[in-house]
T-cell receptor, first 112, second 115 residues
Framework: ETGVTQSPTHLIKTRGQQVTLRCSSQ?????VSWYQQALGQGPQFIFQ???????GRGNFPPRFSGLQFPNYSSELNVNALELDDSALYLC???????????FGSGTRLTVV | DQQVKQNSPSLSVQEGRISILNCDYT??????FLWYKKYPAEGPTFLIS?????DKNEDGRFTVFLNKSAKHLSLHIVPSQPGDSAVYFC??????????????FGKGTLLTVNP
């Protein structure tokens, strides 16, 4: 059974650019959530996808968007990058119940 | 507004002793609580959880206690081992009536277990 895999592991972007982060969910998990963890903070919920539709969103602006594919993998897209977007982005997959969250190792995004 | 609070940024204990990590919450809609452990360069790993209908859950060296009236939970690790050194996050889930099962995390507590 494979876990949650995220790519890339590290990324450096320039302010104003766009970025796409990718996540492959754990086998059997049909729900994917994305979290942003800034330095010294706990992970903050960005949004969740179920059956290829957004199923809830945290307090993030519309320039944060996502997709879920039929194989339950997911992408997080961030447009018009700002310096404050520098953070660890975590993907978590789960079965439809709410107890089985499995996190990936994250993508470390640095915006310069 | 921090709905889940871990007021101790760090905790240092001796190997073999008890580690107690604390967490407070403000949202009465939270009905399920989880503890995650995180090593550097890794994602959070699930440790133990508790439903609001219980006041204690135990799994090996780890026990979580929930005091609903005080909106407080704690994680006890006995005995502590050097491999337990990590950041521990408290997280909560609330059933908002929809299908959004987001986790709300605290800021974490860095536990250091000294040999």
């Amino acid at each position: 059974e494979t876990g949650v895999t995220q790519s890339p592991t590290h990324l450096i972007k320039t302010r104003g650019q766009q970025v796409t982060l990718r996540c492959s969910s754990q086998s059997g998990h049909n729900t994917v959530s994305w979290y942003q963890q800034a330095l010294g903070q706990g992970p903050q919920f960005i949004f969740q996808y179920y059956r290829e539709e957004e199923n809830g969103r945290g307090n993030f602006p519309p320039r944060f968007s996502g997709l879920q594919f039929p194989n339950y993998s997911s992408e997080l897209n961030v447009n018009a990058l700002e310096l404050d977007d520098s953070a660890l982005y975590l993907c978590a997959s789960s079965p439809r119940d709410r107890y089985g969250y499995t996190f990936g190792s994250g993508t470390r995004l640095t915006v310069v | 507004d921090q709905q889940v609070k871990q007021n101790s940024p760090s905790l240092s204990v001796q190997e073999g002793r008890i580690s107690i990590l604390n967490c407070d919450y403000t949202n009465s809609m939270f009905d399920y609580f989880l503890w995650y452990k995180k090593y550097p360069a890794e994602g959070p790993t699930f440790l133990i959880s508790i439903s609001s209908i219980k006041d204690k859950n135990e799994d090996g060296r780890f026990t979580v206690f929930l005091n609903k009236s005080a909106k407080h939970l704690s994680l006890h690790i006995v005995p502590s081992q050097p491999g337990d050194s990590a950041v521990y996050f408290c997280a909560a889930i609330g059933n908002s009536g929809g299908s959004n099962y987001k986790l709300t995390f605290g800021k974490g507590t860095l536990l250091t277990v000294n040999p």
